[in-house]
């Protein structure tokens, strides 16, 4: 025998006072977040990324931007402050432009755009977050007819998402079809005014050179630049991975 996880409602989401009276369980809203973030594609790691934990002691205090002039740490929390102001302009009904948060690999591009996406599956709203590349592997795999997918199913996705995250749009080598199927999921969420968030290793000059101009014009369009920058040395991922090591208690 199960025993239910919430004794209010024996996990129905519903508690039943009598014929005419019904109420919406506490624990419904639990059930909700815990589905979009099913529906998300975050893993489990990445679901536990949030503004809270985006370190900013990771970033240099003394090295500065020779083009900007300000600090490393001076730049991503400028970009922290960004992505939090995005999710609260979301929320209040505002439909803010896209982000592009753009950096080398390790400068926490993947964190600050999950800290967006939990931000926002806490308050109910749908976020679809794909890899690039394994997204466009996915594509390909739906051409075997063994499969339950099609490849319009896919791309409507990446297409129709409430919130759509593409993460590691980097310096692949793109062949004409991809690009695309890329130029074609960002010129329909421009035509229906869908946010979206860019993660990428390129910055705004040399999106144009790895894809093209098509999509670069749809990229500036729909996003604004972000950027985090950390030491050519430094990778916050392997860095973090040796605290973890080499700092325990």
């Known amino acids: 025998m199960n025993i239910p996880l919430c004794p209010d409602c024996n996990d129905r989401g519903l508690i039943i006072i009598d014929s005419n009276n019904v109420h919406i369980c506490k624990c419904a809203d639990k059930i909700k977040t815990a589905g979009l973030a099913e529906y998300s594609h975050m893993t489990a790691s990445l679901r536990q990324k949030n503004f809270e934990n985006f370190n900013l002691d990771y970033y240099s205090k003394t090295i500065k931007d020779p083009l900007i002039g300000k600090t490393h740490q001076e730049i991503a929390t400028i970009s922290l402050k960004n992505c939090s102001m995005f999710v609260k302009d979301y929320l209040e009904g505002k439909n803010p432009q896209g982000l592009y948060i753009f950096g080398q690999v390790g400068s926490g591009k993947t964190h600050l755009a999950c800290s967006i996406a939990n931000s926002l599956i806490k308050h109910g709203v749908e976020v679809l977050f794909i890899v690039v590349p394994d997204y466009i592997d996915d594509i390909k795999f739906s051409w075997d007819e063994s499969t339950s997918y099609r490849e319009k199913e896919i791309l409507d996705q990446g297409r129709e998402a409430t919130i759509l995250i593409m993460d590691d749009l980097g310096a692949h080598s793109y062949s004409d079809w991809t690009k695309s199927k890329i130029y074609s999921i960002l010129n329909h969420r421009i035509n229906t005014g ?56």
């Open 194 to 249: 869908l946010p979206t968030i860019i993660t990428s290793n390129l910055n705004f000059q040399d999106i144009e050179k790895y894809l093209d101009t098509r999509i670069s014009s749809r990229i500036i369009e729909l996003c604004r630049p972000l950027m985090l920058q950390v030491d050519k040395n430094e990778d916050i991922r392997l860095k973090k991975s040796t605290e973890k090591t080499f700092l325990k208690k």
